[in-house]
């Protein structure tokens, strides 16, 4: 109803005229350093559509889905296909070690799916963090030519609303849903000073997520290369991160300030209720049991 109701607002390429004065007062929209925040009600999706559809964008997603991680694949999938950049051209990679499972989705004309092998590994820990080396290789190797922009997400998680063109950006960050009201003291970030994940007392402006990232491909790259060579330089010197590759890449948006933020509404999770100034939840991680889908 709500995309009917902005499309027909639309209509004759009419839209709503835009306020410098009007607009939601319960959220903050713009960072310090002037960076949108994006909000339900702080953008219209139909006008911004028509912006990127004359640029003929693709937009390529990555979905690590190993051991029986590969459970939460087909409903990621079912519902990327409802609701991520529904009308553009749409890559997802998907990295998995049975590829033979993965489920057969119907995809729409524009969007397809990629199945890249990739190995187990004993401790979740590495499987969750050797993603920054899959996308720094896979960026290297295959996505130059015909990829703008690229999305890392979790594969435990489900669309449940629009993600569309409003979310491209430069460097895009995720704020994390659960500590978005917190003293910034309070963030999990990595207090070991001989990390290179390190974030000292008094430092930081939001915790982002690590299940959600994206932007340019130049971006992520960077980003990708900088977050691994931390986390293996740390490995050398047995230091793990507190949050694996989520502290490096909380360290990287500190010194490199991401270009677009995205609110919680962009990956909430499904145990908590929905905040009041969260009027739609669009992305969210599932509940799971860690003891029972993890390796160990
Ligand atoms: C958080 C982050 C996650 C990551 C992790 C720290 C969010 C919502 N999640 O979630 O991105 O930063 O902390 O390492 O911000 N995976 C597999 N097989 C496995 C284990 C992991 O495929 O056996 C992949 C899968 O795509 C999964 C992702 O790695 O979604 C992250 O692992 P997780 O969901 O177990 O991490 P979690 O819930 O601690």
Redesign the pocket.
């Known amino acids: 109803i709500r995309v009917l109701f902005s499309f027909l607002e639309y209509v004759d390429g009419r839209y709503p005229q835009p306020s410098i004065t009007q607009g939601r007062t319960d959220i903050v929209s713009v960072t310090p350093w002037l960076a949108p925040v994006v909000w339900e009600g702080t953008f219209h999706p139909v006008l911004l559509d028509s912006i990127y559809q004359k640029r003929n964008i693709t937009v390529a997603a990555t979905?690590?889905?190993?051991?029986?991680?590969?459970r939460?694949l087909k409903d990621f999938l079912e519902t990327a296909e409802q609701h991520f950049f529904v009308g553009f051209r749409v890559k997802v990679y998907v990295?998995?070690d049975r590829p033979n499972e993965v489920p057969k989705v119907k995809m729409a004309a524009g969007r397809e799916l990629v199945v890249h092998s990739v190995p187990?590994?004993k401790r979740?820990?590495e499987?969750?963090?050797r993603?920054m080396e899959i996308i720094q290789t896979l960026i290297e190797e295959t996505l130059n030519k015909d990829v703008d922009y690229i999305f890392c997400?979790?594969?435990?998680?489900k669309f449940h609303s629009r993600w569309g063109t409003e979310s491209l950006g430069e460097l895009v960050a995720?704020i994390?849903?659960g500590y978005y009201k917190d003293d910034r003291s309070k963030f999990p970030y990595e207090r070991r000073p001989t990390s290179r994940a390190y974030v000292a007392p008094g430092e930081g402006d939001f915790y982002?997520?690590?299940?959600?990232f994206g932007g340019v491909l130049a971006e992520v790259h960077q980003l990708a290369q900088t977050c691994r060579k931390n986390f293996e330089d740390d490995a050398k010197e047995g230091i793990e991160a507190a949050?694996?590759?989520?502290?490096h890449?909380n360290r990287y948006m500190l010194l490199n300030k991401p270009s677009k933020v995205l609110s919680p509404e962009y990956?909430w999770?499904d145990f908590k209720a929905r905040n009041a100034e969260v009027l739609v939840i669009r992305f969210s991680?599932v509940i799971?049991n860690?003891n029972e889908?993890?390796?160990n």
């Open positions: 979905v690590f889905a190993v051991g029986k991680y590969i939460f990295f998995t187990n590994s979740w820990q499987i969750s963090a993603r997400l979790d594969v435990d998680s995720v994390h849903p982002y997520c690590g299940g959600a949050w694996q590759e989520e502290s890449l990956l999770q991680g799971k860690y889908i993890r390796p």
